[in-house]
């Protein structure tokens, strides 16, 4: 039995993965700690798995904005601080960050302490965090053919984003019912986002009634802190009731996407791993100010790969034209649904699972930097 340390909260794209990861290694024996952030998303998700440990670590985002920086340099200070103690108290095996504020501190410390440091990135663009600390990783996960500048090519391992085991697709007339949806009519579910949620979560507000009208139920996920849970009935023209729901939050994500005909959201590499997992073809709109862009790359490769289509938020307007489009196209919804399939092929959790086993090994035994030897796992030396 070894004991994990995993950095993943300040967002659900880096909270859900660590939730994963978590999962599955306490289910093969191994002791877990998920470091979290002091956000409300955070504190909302974490409800769920009373099972798991958690502990909420200082830290900041980093900003060029002088009170931003100052708050950054505090905040990552007193993480440092936290981490050297936490690391101290409960001799983690191994240290595995998913990005953002809440992994710096902790992996630096890690580092010196010459503990093992792993790192995932799940975006097509490696962010902020995963580029300064690379260097310091013995293992680094990648999406295929991404490459990391710093990261020894060793110690890269090219596989997916791992998903927690409740994400798992459902008959569409059963999930539509739990959700109380008309299962004869067509779903379009939109996640309006944490960053950025104003455009889409305005886009259904103006546009649901004239979505009712041909036939479509529309579900959004608006975000915390953005408006209230809502029910709005419609008719078509035929006299048919047609509903449309918003809500804050979804504590039920998988029964939500297999209620979907099809999805309009932002591009967040967590949301994209779920869509591949349930099989649901989606529109994606990608998030401008996303660091780097990453969220233009990530919807491209998803859309390259066949599992939807993209659509730059300056032509929003244009955007219920291209859902009736798709949701009304079944050979064209099928094409995509079986493409998704063919995506999710690669088991990326179990994968991960059996590396970082093979990473926590004591001194002596076979070397954790080898190759892996599983066919659907990929090293930087390939």
């Not at 877990?32 to 956000?39: A, E, G, M, R």
């Not at 078509?236 to 979907?260: H, I, M």
């Amino acid at each position: 039995m070894s004991r994990f340390l995993i950095a993943c909260g300040g967002t659900g794209g880096h909270l859900s993965p660590g939730i994963a990861l978590a999962e599955g290694l306490n289910a093969r024996g191994h002791e877990t700690t998920l470091l979290i952030s002091h956000k409300k998303v955070d504190a909302r998700l974490i409800g769920k798995y009373p099972q798991l440990r958690f502990e909420r670590i200082p830290g900041a985002p980093f900003s060029l904005n002088p009170a931003g920086f100052c708050r950054f340099v505090w905040r990552q200070s007193q993480s440092l601080w936290f981490s050297a103690r936490l690391i101290r108290a409960w001799r983690p095996g191994v240290i595995v960050g998913f990005g953002g504020f809440t992994t710096a501190g902790i992996i630096v410390v890690a580092a010196l302490f010459r503990r093992p440091v792993a790192l995932h990135e799940a975006n097509r663009v490696p962010g902020r965090a995963i580029r300064l600390l690379g260097g310091l990783a013995r293992r680094v996960y990648l999406p295929q053919g991404v490459q990391l500048g710093g990261a020894r090519r060793a110690g890269v391992r090219h596989v997916g984003l791992p998903v927690r085991r409740e994400i798992t697709r459902l008959p569409h007339e059963e999930a539509r019912r739990r959700l109380g949806l008309n299962p004869e009519q067509k779903v379009l579910v939109v996640f309006g986002g944490s960053q950025g949620a104003a455009p889409l979560n305005n886009w259904v507000r103006e546009r649901q009634g004239r979505l009712a009208e041909e036939g479509i139920q529309t579900y959004c996920v608006t975000g915390l802190g953005k408006g209230g849970a809502e029910v709005r009935e419609y008719r078509t023209g035929s006299g048919e009731q047609v509903r449309s729901v918003s809500v804050p939050f979804c504590d039920d994500v998988a029964t939500l996407l297999s209620a979907a005909d099809l999805v309009v959201s932002r591009a967040g590499a967590g949301t994209i791993a779920e869509l591949i997992r349930c099989a649901t073809p989606a529109i994606l709109v990608p998030f401008p100010q996303a660091a780097d862009n990453h969220q233009w790359a990530n919807a491209r490769f998803f859309e390259q790969q066949g599992g939807g289509l993209v659509v730059d938020q300056r032509f929003i307007n244009g955007l219920d034209r291209e859902v009736c489009d798709v949701i009304f196209n079944d050979w064209l919804l099928r094409k995509f649904r079986a493409n998704l399939q063919r995506m999710d092929r690669a088991n990326s959790l179990e994968l991960i699972l059996d590396d970082l086993e093979m990473l926590a090994l004591p001194a002596g035994m076979p070397a954790p930097d080898a190759p892996a030897s599983s066919p659907g796992i990929r090293t930087g030396t390939e």
